[in-house]
């Protein structure tokens, strides 16, 4: 469930990207300690279907020097065109940096010289290039009257876009008083970065990811789905993991309460190459999505192949492991997915290295509740350690979980109900020292056993 907040209410709060980007958001390096600001980008219709660009720096000017509000190596992905949807302006955030308070009179947004543009009826991008760019990098500047107490928002004007040849003229402007013009969504984002300052217990954690010298705060719950990039169990959050997180941000607080978290398993600084989508088609060799999202590339088309094989991981909506077949049943046509790994720009096709059903936390609203509010499926075996029949409980000590922030090792409460179905027998025949496989909704520190498998040595 998207929520839908008041532009008038822009200056208190943090909209979501349209779309997702390679590196993190926030402050360089370069700038001092100040006010906690945010910058956005949103756009007026064009002639245009979509408009993919590359943001790699925010920068702000004021007579006394620069700062930088936003950086990234890789650059963020936002397709421009997204953000204004039939009449409805949409707000795209970008990150949220520390700068001095004080006045500035210029906002400087350097992109990637190469846009991909697709026009309105047409599902082939054209590849151009930004008429005026300096090398690989393309910069837009207008005038602003920031102060540094409130929101940065960038508006760029796709309908004064124009394309000559292969050449892009584009032009911005600040938005950042638009007041109460229109409405948008606020819709979870992707971010990426390094665990530091990790503190709580599962599942309830909290702490910081920093890419590019930027830093943003994090927060987990219960209802946070937590993976392994390469769908293996027992997904564990350490300092020093390189992780990816999908979430929304709490207005006030500036938190990333975290719907998903994936930790990267393997060469965890191996640029991510991503394509985020809705299925149009499945086969036996993979899917056809329309593009919404990307990171670490940029889109030649409004469609994208994505092909699996034989070493494809596959993740359900909670984080569980799952097989191409039963992925399949679960990505129909409609049903959002994402997929990493190799591009393939002249066909059009990313070969996945993994697969995962994309649910964004729907119903969430950046509140700081991660998952939206709802219970969370999850997976988990151990060995059972009491027995309560007339509570129809147990509890087990757990030695593999997915889908899930808990911790090996620990004790986990069961509860069943009329419903819960047994391979064998009833919880009155569960006896302790039993190994058990359990699927159930998690929430409250009790698992809620939809399913119970006693695998009597098996």
């Not at 956005?40 to 920068?59: A, E, M």
């Not at 000559?164 to 032009?171: C, F, I, R, S």
């Not at 509740?369 to 350690?385: E, I, K, R």
């Not at 509890?395 to 808990?406: D, F, H, K, P, R």
């Amino acid at each position: 469930m998207n929520t839908t907040f008041k532009a008038s209410l822009l200056a208190a709060a943090l909209a979501i990207t349209i779309g997702c980007g390679g590196g993190s958001a926030g402050s360089g390096s370069n700038v001092s300690t100040g006010q906690k600001v945010g910058f956005f980008v949103t756009s007026t219709s064009g002639q245009y279907s979509h408009v993919w660009v590359n943001v790699k720096q925010v920068s702000l000017s004021s007579p006394s020097g620069s700062v930088t509000l936003f950086k990234s190596t890789n650059g963020k992905s936002i397709d421009l065109s997204s953000l204004s949807q039939s009449g409805k302006q949409m707000y795209a955030a970008l990150g949220v940096g520390n700068i001095p308070t004080k006045s500035y009179s210029q906002v400087q947004i350097s992109l990637d010289n190469s846009v991909t543009v697709i026009p309105t009826g047409s599902t082939q991008g054209t590849t151009a290039t930004f008429a005026g760019a300096t090398g690989t990098t393309k910069t837009i500047a207008f005038s602003t009257t920031a102060n540094g107490t409130q929101p940065i928002i960038a508006k760029f004007n796709l309908s004064q876009w124009s394309i000559k040849g292969n050449q892009v003229t584009a032009t911005a402007s600040d938005d950042s008083d638009s007041g109460g013009a229109g409405t948008g969504t606020q819709e979870p984002q992707d971010f990426e970065g390094v665990v530091s300052n990790l503190t709580g217990t599962a599942p309830t954690l909290s702490f910081d990811i920093t890419e590019d010298g930027s830093t943003t705060h994090v927060t987990t719950d219960a209802t946070t789905t937590i993976a392994n990039s390469d769908g293996s169990a027992n997904p564990v959050l350490a300092n020093g993991a390189k992780v990816d997180v999908v979430g929304t941000v709490d207005a006030t607080s500036l938190v990333l309460a975290a719907s998903s978290v994936t930790v990267r398993v393997g060469n965890s600084g191996q640029q991510i190459n991503r394509l985020v989508g809705t299925v149009a088609s499945s086969s036996s060799t993979g899917f056809v999505i329309n593009v919404s999202g990307c990171e670490g590339l940029l889109p030649s088309n409004s469609t994208a192949n994505i092909a699996v094989t034989g070493t494809t991981t596959y993740l359900d909506a909670n984080g569980i492991s799952v097989t191409f077949a039963q992925f399949q049943t679960l990505a129909v046509t409609g049903t959002k997915i994402s997929a990493q790994g190799a591009y393939d720009q002249p066909s059009n096709t990313l070969t996945a290295t993994s697969i995962s059903i994309r649910t964004d936390g729907e119903g969430g609203n950046g509140g700081g509740n991660g998952g939206g509010g709802g219970d969370h499926m999850a997976q988990v075996q151990g060995a059972v350690t009491s027995v309560d029949v007339a509570n129809n409980a147990f509890v087990i000590t757990i030695s593999e979980y997915e889908g899930v922030a808990l911790s090996k090792g620990a004790s986990l409460s069961v509860a069943v109900s009329n419903t819960t179905k047994f391979n064998t027998g009833s919880i009155s025949t569960l006896a302790v020292g039993n190994k058990v496989e359990l699927l159930g909704s998690y929430a409250n520190s009790v698992l809620t056993a939809s399913s119970v498998n006693i695998q009597n040595g098996d």
